[in-house]
């Protein structure tokens, strides 16, 4: 069964920090595109970073521009959201999605999701 499985969402203070990881299991994503997306209730799923297959391009949505970085693991199979300077209204379930062919701010580009981690940030 292939998974994507994220962790590290917890309860930070407004102006903290969290690292969210995805790991994936059932298939290795290293030829993947990885991206981050967010839901928080009563709103819709939305786009927050993707990073190429390769690692070599990365792209934000400008609510988390120069906030969050999303990177990759030496063999490419696991991805990182590094978050900083977290605010009220980064709180969300974070998801972890992969997509092979083109990737972007789409949901529906993705063929691959995760459980999703609770990040809560408190002011």
């Known amino acids: 069964q292939v998974q994507l499985v994220e962790s590290g969402g917890g309860l930070v203070q407004a102006g903290g920090s969290l690292r969210l990881s995805c790991v994936p299991s059932g298939r290795t994503f290293s030829s993947y595109h990885m991206g981050w997306f967010r839901q928080a209730p009563g709103k819709e799923r939305e786009f927050v970073a993707v990073i190429s297959w390769s690692g070599g391009s990365t792209y934000y949505a400008d609510s988390v521009k120069g906030r969050f970085t999303i990177s990759r693991g030496s063999a490419r199979n696991t991805v990182y959201l590094q978050m900083n300077s977290l605010k009220s209204e980064d709180t969300a379930v974070y998801y972890c999605?992969?997509?092979?062919?083109?990737?972007?701010?789409?949901?529906?580009?993705?063929?691959?999701w995760g459980q999703g981690t609770q990040v809560t940030v408190s002011s």
């Open positions: 999605a992969a997509a092979q062919l083109s990737a972007g701010w789409a949901p529906g580009r993705y063929e691959y």
